[in-house]
């Protein structure tokens, strides 16, 4: 099967299991910037209005795969790599 041929195919291929650390935020620290949604290389992060109407990152773990981009550019280290239970 080669799946690099058809564009928007990788929605099809959850890579999540390969992570050995998930990003957690703090979203009392986080300041709503979309750093975090913009270098994600998966595009596993979205920013979503909390109930307050302030946005804060969604984290889609089925696709996230640990690589720790958005807790390195996180501005106010709001964001920390922690070790996957599985």
């Known amino acids: 099967m080669d799946i690099t041929s058809k ?8 890579t999540g299991g390969w992570r050995t650390y998930r990003p957690e935020v703090d979203k009392k620290t986080c300041i709503g ?9 998966e595009c596993a992060i979205v920013m979503k209005n909390n109930a307050n109407g302030q946005p804060k990152p969604k984290i889609d773990y089925n696709y996230c795969k640990g690589c ?12 920390k790599m922690k070790l996957e239970n599985k």
């Open 33 to 41: 910037c979309g750093t975090c949604a913009m270098v994600c290389p």
């Open 68 to 79: 720790g981009l958005c807790a390195d550019q996180c501005p106010v280290n709001a964001i």
């Open 7 to 14: 564009p928007g195919s990788t929605k099809n291929n959850k």
